[in-house]
């Protein structure tokens, strides 16, 4: 069988395969747009809280109003009590609480501490953590300016006191993630996830509907008629191809679409894209001769992502990871992916940063795919009578 006639078959057995088009093709446009929407507006903003004013004077109703001047807050009622904030906040399904306690004005006339109690839904971190933000800052703020007011009316410059307030000055200044957003943050790992795991679960698919065909003895068995080098280049270099102009759409398009920054030039991109992408095709070529049917690779995949996401890095630390699972998730090739593609990409890293990445993605590659010539050789030889 020439080359050009055995790449026909093989494209006719992906591109005829329902299970794989719809795997390949709507796996990654569905995810493309399905994942990243919840989280279109970056951070949460506007959420409703509510505000249990004890004190009710002049500068504790100033402190109402900048909390609801803040983005991240919106000021939805007013309670008398705490006993009623913690109904509104449960019947109205609110965000947080603020208390006021007694004598605020008075304290701060006293030079004395105040205390303000902050309430959030602690059941959803990203949504605790931007209310107690947005009460805390505008707390904050207040207690700037009064501080500031009274360095002035001791004698200080007003240019002074607004510099001197406080004896540490932050200079806050996000290096990698500029939103803070959701979306910034974690789609470009995720979207390098979905591109293994369907790369992986196609090339499954195929591998192990041919098993199945195989053990019912029916079809062309052209995949035994050729040599298993052969048959291993044409599938893989199928592969590579469908997933470069499927990577090429999400880190074009749809990096353009959702505003995720890219600062990898063409030729860097391609050249870490490519050997993460063979080495997957190796990988998914191995799950379909050892699988015996097909949903099994769509099942191994899918139990395999959670386990993947927390241990490539960017969602927990490596370091709180056993070493030796660490050590057992770097022959997986989306582990030096993410890490190198997240880098190159998001965080401005020159190739070379990356390069000790680059090699481990090649020497899996020689090891799948010296493992996957193995395999064919040993197959073809175990069914020299159908052939």
């Not at 991240?72 to 208390?99: C, N, P, T, W």
């Not at 004005?105 to 902050?118: E, V, W």
């Not at 090699?359 to 009578?385: D, E, M």
């Amino acid at each position: 069988m020439s080359w050009w006639e055995l790449c026909k078959k093989e494209c006719a057995a992906i591109f005829k395969n329902p299970a794989i088009l719809l795997t390949i093709f709507g796996g990654i446009v569905f995810y493309s747009f399905l994942y990243p929407l919840p989280y279109a507006q970056q951070i949460p903003r506007e959420l409703k809280v509510v505000v249990v004013n004890l004190d009710n004077s002049q500068i504790s109703r100033r402190l109402e109003r900048m909390v609801d001047a803040c983005p991240q807050v919106q000021l939805s009622g007013r309670a008398h009590s705490l006993a009623e904030a913690q109904r509104m906040f449960v019947d109205d399904k609110l965000a947080g609480i603020m208390v006021i306690p007694e004598n605020f004005y008075r304290d701060l006339l006293q030079n004395r501490r105040p205390t303000l109690s902050f309430a959030g839904d602690a059941s959803y971190f990203l949504v605790y953590g931007t209310v107690l933000k947005g009460m805390t800052g505008a707390a904050q703020t207040l207690a700037a300016q009064i501080k500031v007011k009274r360095m002035v009316l001791s004698g200080q410059a007003m240019a002074l006191a607004s510099k001197q307030y406080s004896a540490i000055r932050l200079n806050i200044f996000s290096a990698f993630n500029e939103t803070l957003g959701y979306v910034n943050y974690v789609i470009p790992a995720i979207f390098v996830l979905i591109l293994h795991h369907t790369l992986l679960m196609g090339a499954g698919i195929l591998g192990g509907g041919q098993n199945e065909e195989l053990r019912a003895g029916k079809g062309d068995f052209y995949w035994l008629k050729v040599s298993a080098l052969k048959l291993l280049l044409v599938r893989s270099a199928l592969f590579v191809g469908i997933y470069w102009v499927l990577s090429m759409y999400y880190f074009g398009f749809i990096f353009s679409f959702y505003g995720i920054p890219q600062i990898a030039n063409f030729s860097e991109l391609n050249l870490f894209i490519v050997p993460f992408l063979l080495c997957t095709s190796f990988l998914g070529i191995l799950f379909g001769l050892i699988l015996p049917r097909r949903e099994l690779a769509t099942l191994l995949v899918l139990l395999s992502s959670m386990p993947l996401v927390f241990g490539s890095g960017f969602v927990w630390p490596v370091s709180a990871i056993p070493e030796g699972i660490v050590k057992v998730l770097q022959f997986i090739p989306v582990i030096p992916a993410m890490n190198g593609l997240i880098r190159l990409n998001q965080m401005g890293a020159e190739f070379m940063d990356v390069y000790p990445l680059w090699q481990q993605l090649w020497l899996c590659s020689a090891l799948y795919g010296a493992l996957c010539w193995f395999l064919l050789r040993r197959k073809k030889q175990a069914n020299l009578t159908i052939i």
